[in-house]
């Protein structure tokens, strides 16, 4: 795990209760395993609790573990810290040393020692790659790409910079650490199987040159297990060199019973995970009909102005703009009434006909938009991100994200993406000959060019499994709710005839 001086602790060190570690423990039954002779390893020890939950656990059952026992359980850790603390905490609890030998000091993606075990049990560290310290996020980029967790550079600069180092930690342990054939068991962020995009790569199940299966899930649902983590806490039990196959055994806690279910991916092998109690509800979504829309009708998120929202959002009209920029703005409030009139107003300093940003020949024709956005140029400037910085570069610095010709499309069918329990899209059609504009991940749309499109794709919409898909996710209430990625999965996307493709760059 690596360093980071603005913290007491390593980033993504998320240690485990001992009371947890001992119940992975003995869902895997491996107390038992060791006993009978199986070398078992934590390779992100951190304070050693699995080693602790294996020493009691044993000492309860009756098992006593001899020195030759004791010889055949590891700790891998990247911290010598840590090491030190527990062989003095393991000294002084069980009044016996622990085997130095045994105590191994590396970092598991960088400087893997390569050593194979029968088993292996922990707690990953969970962070998103994009929070790692700029150094570590360096040094092991190289590694993302090397196990396939992201296709290509540019994917680590762009979505897949939300992939979580847990997913790179196990595919790495897996790969270097564990004997063939062998199982491991793992807290991990539910994100791993549940996140479109970012986790796809890690849903191939594949090491350097074999595949793993996922034996078993567990998701932990309400049950805090880790203090401090607001992520979706399971746990999962992987076993290498097996085809991985669905549906996925799975567990939902519920107060304190669990409840079996399958999990299974609808459409693509790498989606993620849906789950139901029935497999025959996973197979009626999955054989749903696709809803064909043109190829310029892809789902899309509102704009995102990328932290301005002081710069370009306005709770009154903004008369001292000129009128051609300003839009009405999707509010939560347009989804709870039959009334129209905007809440709020947005400044899009965009050519409508082509969907970028004015250039700054363009700007200068409007001298009170130009002042006004000069006023708050370092601002502007100040943005961060990847495909921001690229207009900024450009000298473009009032670009936002998620503005293009669909944006100024007349008709949107909108859902609330952000949040929700229901998927209930709406129409919305131009005020006072302003296209509406949706507001960042909070809505989803898909542009349309007449009414009748628009109330004709929001019939087949509402019609279609896609909340019954969204609630398969167990992903209702959170940011992910419904999502373009996941609406897509319902779409079959027909190229444009000619003639109407023409029609469309005249819009």
């Not at 360093?3 to 038992?32: C, D, E």
């Not at 922990?122 to 790659?129: E, L, T």
């Not at 991100?385 to 100024?408: D, E, N, P, Q, T």
Request: proline residues 7%.
């Amino acid at each position: 795990m690596p360093n980071s001086p603005s913290l007491v602790k390593p980033i993504g060190a998320v240690f485990t209760p001992l009371h947890w570690a001992k119940w992975l423990v003995a869902q895997a039954n491996l107390v038992r395993r060791w006993a009978d002779g199986a070398t078992v390893c934590d390779p992100t020890a951190g304070n050693g609790a699995f080693a602790y939950a294996l020493m009691d656990a044993a000492i309860t059952t009756g098992i006593e573990v001899d020195d030759e026992m004791l010889s055949r359980l590891y700790l891998i850790e990247q911290q010598p810290k840590f090491l030190r603390e527990f062989e003095a905490g393991f000294q002084l609890k069980y009044q016996r040393d622990f085997p130095k030998r045994n105590l191994i000091h590396a970092d598991i993606i960088l400087s893997n020692p390569k050593r194979r075990f029968d088993f292996l049990a922990g707690n990953p560290p969970w962070i998103n790659f994009n929070d790692l310290p700029p150094s570590y996020k360096e040094a092991t980029k190289p590694h993302f790409l090397e196990y396939g967790l992201v296709p290509d550079m540019q994917a680590v600069l762009l979505g897949s910079s939300r992939v979580d180092l847990a997913a790179l930690v196990i595919t790495v342990v897996l790969n270097e650490n564990l004997e063939q054939n062998s199982q491991a068991a793992f807290f991990l962020p539910l994100s791993l199987f549940f996140n479109d995009g970012a986790h796809s790569g890690f849903r191939a199940y594949r090491l350097k040159n074999s595949p793993f299966q996922v034996c078993h899930i567990w998701d932990f649902r309400e049950q805090k297990i880790f203090p401090d983590i607001l992520t979706r806490v399971g746990a999962a039990l992987f076993q290498r060199d097996i085809e991985n196959a669905f549906p996925i055994p799975y567990k939902s806690l519920a107060g304190a019973s669990w409840t079996s279910q399958y999990a299974a991916p609808i459409g693509e092998s790498t989606a993620p995970l849906s789950i139901s109690v029935k497999r025959a509800d996973l197979d009626d979504i999955r054989a749903a009909v696709p809803i064909t829309v043109r190829a310029d009708q892809k789902p899309r998120q509102g704009v995102n102005t990328c932290g301005a929202n002081h710069v370009y959002i306005f709770d009154q009209y903004p008369g001292h703009l000129p009128n051609l920029f300003v839009f009405p703005l999707l509010t939560k409030e347009c989804f709870r009434s039959a009334i129209s009139k905007p809440q709020r107003f947005i400044l899009l300093p965009y050519n409508s006909d082509t969907g970028n940003p004015l250039t700054k020949t363009e700007l200068n024709q409007y001298p009170a938009l130009c002042s006004y956005l000069h006023l708050h140029r370092q601002a502007l400037e100040n943005r961060k991100g990847s495909l921001l910085g690229a207009w900024i570069k450009r000298g473009i610095w009032w670009a936002c994200l998620g503005v293009g010709r669909y944006s100024f499309a007349p008709h949107k069918v909108v859902w609330e993406a952000y949040g929700k329990h229901t998927f209930a899209p709406q129409v919305f059609s131009a005020f006072e000959g302003k296209p509406w504009q949706p507001n960042q991940a909070m809505h989803s749309f898909i542009p349309c060019t007449t009414a009748q499109e628009a109330e004709s794709l929001l019939g087949q919409l509402r019609s279609s499994h896609i909340e019954r898909y969204l609630k398969s996710l167990n992903v209702e209430g959170t940011c992910n709710w419904a999502q373009p990625g996941r609406i897509k999965r319902f779409l079959r996307f027909a190229e444009p005839e000619p003639q109407r493709n023409r029609q469309l760059e005249l819009v």
